[in-house]
């Protein structure tokens, strides 16, 4: 094989020459220097060696990490724990991916201030104290899933009641599986969501279905509240 270039070098690997002289300034590369011209000459090893950080830096090791890495006579061991690594990304950009996914999905099932028909399995609630699973720092998993938040609303008794998704075994009440009308909409206080459950189970839909003594569900749609940068959306649900 014939020494190369820089200018070779950077058309072989497509890497910018100023690359490649860091490399050298930084100790990873050493080509030698062409007596007569004073130009880098780079011989077959010092190509190798060019591919090997490239390797390395695609891999996600610092330039110091390489220097290290190539001072050793084998990097297997840290290439099994850059694969456990990178494997783990992978993991964590799936979640995001599949996470992203199920955000652009409940965007374009609930519209902003319409009735859209869900259907929805049945759903286990049991009834909270606000004050403890606020505080109660051992109730880390609802704490931290803010979705499993909701209120749910009985127009007999006039009552709001913070709930959240239970286990069959520890349920207060149970939602049955069905078709459910759902609207979603902007809100700024309390008093809006009230004044908007009160106009949604007033609506002719219900008279039409002749829903007695209807269940409201009643929660902030953290997938909806995602898009809006100063707004929270909650959305109403009601079994027809």
Known sequence: MKNMSIGEISTLFSIPKSTIRHYIDKGLLLPIRDKESNYYVFGELEVYR????????NIGYTVLEIK???????IIKELVEAEDKINDKILDLENILGRLKEIINSNKIYKLNEVA?????????????????????????????????FYI?????????????????????????????????LVESEEEIVESVKLFISD??????????PQILVYENINLSLVYSNALVYTIEVKI
């Open 50 to 57: 060019v591919y090997q950080i490239i390797t390395l830096r």
């Open 68 to 74: 290290a890495l190539l001072n050793k006579d084998n």
């Open 117 to 149: 028909f869900v259907y929805k399995e049945e759903r286990n609630f049991k009834i909270v104290n606000e004050e403890k699973l606020v505080l109660n720092n051992k109730n880390k998993e609802a704490i931290e899933n803010l979705e499993q938040f």
């Open 153 to 185: 609303y009985s127009e007999s008794s006039d009552v709001y009641e913070r709930v959240i998704e239970s286990s069959k075994e520890d349920k207060t009440f149970s939602l049955y599986a069905g078709n459910y009308a759902c609207k979603s909409l």
């Open 204 to 213: 002719p839909l219900f008279k039409m279905v002749n829903i007695e003594n």
